[in-house]
């Protein structure tokens, strides 16, 4: 039996890892830290279909340059001297262009809707294990600019026939009453949904340890063992193991998991945070995203979820209070009691989302060595694609994918080459 080294146990890992199974491989997951502690630990945990248009977009780079000296500004850039990430920057300015976009937009969408349908099969199998809820999406403005960004977003996405409806404030609180105060109206995208994202990924583990899927947790990978144009294996902080295929699912640690030559990942790590308060006094049915915030409330069971942000600034989980502080505005609302310099640090979480360049996931296969793969590159649509990125690294591990469709092209690790 093919024995497959799936390196990174988050959502992506265990996806890879449940397809690749069910294919008939023998499957052994190795994770730096426990199952699912990175950033699928406190995610908004969205499943947005809805989400086509790329974070390489026309318009984000003129933000972010009025951002970029602004610490609590939602998107921010830690000037520092490292070439990859200014090698990043320069990528990702190339592509915030209506002619990239426009080729990346049918690709997401794909991705994206066949990822949901796969969420809808695994609910079924599964149950209400992991708080899943196709409730929709409330894309929630205050002022005008922002109603009219979110119009044109909506716009694009009716054209592909995603279903949206623009409610004025009336409609709203009809709709949601536990909306902001102070909100204007809101898109309302119908068919994407929410889950909570640490119950999935570990609920997905332990099914997938009874069906015989190794994990082995707290074991870093120091170094892959190549040989004849082919790995050979893994040297971790726990022992060699050895593998005849290898998929690196990383996240934002994938680049330091093999070296160009052999897989050329140019992802940048995208900070977030979040909190999550238990026993909420008022909370909605219905996940949103505040527009000018960029802040996400999303219910889950007893608890609510507060996340947002992004802020590339390599590595580094400190915690930026000013930077926090846009994530939680509005938790007042829903805990009357709530107030931020009272907050335990503890609760506090961050993680870091796995940017690539052009706003695409990296879904492929090395060209040096064949029996190497990646998986990773998701930035915030990594929940929303895991299921789907199992799949196709599975259909590549069997040689039954078409890497020369449009959807592989794109995703592929080898574009990045030249």
């Known amino acids: 039996m093919t024995q497959v080294i799936i390196v990174g146990a988050g959502a992506v890992g265990v996806c890879c890892a449940h397809y690749l199974r069910r294919k008939g491989f023998s499957v052994t997951v190795l994770e730096r830290r ?72 049918p690709i997401l969408h794909r991705l994206l809707q066949q990822s949901a349908q796969l969420f809808d099969d695994l609910y079924k199998e599964q149950n209400q294990a992991y708080f899943y809820r196709k409730n929709g999406l409330l894309m929630v403005y205050r002022l005008d600019k922002y109603r009219q960004a979110l119009q044109s977003e909506a716009d694009t996405a009716s054209t592909l026939g995603i279903e949206v409806d623009h409610l004025d404030e009336a409609a709203l609180r009809r709709l949601e009453p536990q909306a ?65 295929m290898v998929v690196i699912a990383g996240g934002s640690w994938s680049p330091g998991l093999t070296e160009k030559q052999a897989l050329h990942l140019p992802v940048e790590a995208g900070k977030g945070y979040s909190v999550t308060l238990d026993q909420p006094r008022f909370k909605p049915e219905i996940p949103m995203i505040l527009s000018e915030e960029k802040a996400t409330i999303t219910p889950l069971a007893d608890q609510i979820r507060f996340a947002g ?37 503890k609760q506090i979480w961050s993680g870091f989302r796995p940017c690539t360049p052009d706003g695409l996931p990296i879904i492929g296969r090395s060209r040096k060595y064949r029996n190497l793969l990646a998986a990773t590159g998701h930035a915030m649509l990594g929940i929303t694609l895991a299921p789907v990125t199992g799949m196709l690294i599975s259909e590549l591990a069997a040689e039954s994918a078409n890497e020369d469709s449009t959807t592989l092209a794109a995703c592929s690790p080898l574009r990045f080459s030249h």
């Open 309 to 345: 942000t992004l802020e590339l600034s390599g590595l580094d989980d400190s915690i930026n209070r000013k930077r926090f502080a846009s994530v939680v505005a509005v938790a007042p609302q829903y805990l009357p009691d709530f107030k931020l310099d009272t907050l335990d640090p």
């Open 180 to 244: 902001p105060v102070n909100a204007a109206g809101a898109f309302y995208y119908r068919n994407d949904a929410h889950l909570d994202p640490a119950r999935f990924v570990t609920f997905l583990a332990e099914t997938l340890k009874q069906d015989g899927v190794v994990f082995h947790e707290n074991t870093e990978v120091q170094r892959l063992e190549k040989q004849d144009g082919q790995v050979r294996g893994v040297h971790t902080s726990q022992g060699y193991f050895e593998a005849d």
């Open 34 to 105: 426990a199952i699912g502690a990175a950033c699928s630990a406190g995610n908004a945990g969205l499943i947005v279909p809805s989400h086509v248009i790329p974070l390489a977009a026309p318009g984000v780079v003129s933000q972010g340059l009025k951002w970029l000296f602004r610490r609590d500004s939602p998107f921010y850039i830690r000037p520092r001297l490292d070439p990859a990430l200014w090698s990043w920057v320069w990528r990702f300015t190339r592509n915030c262009n209506a002619k990239t976009v426009a080729g990346s937009i």
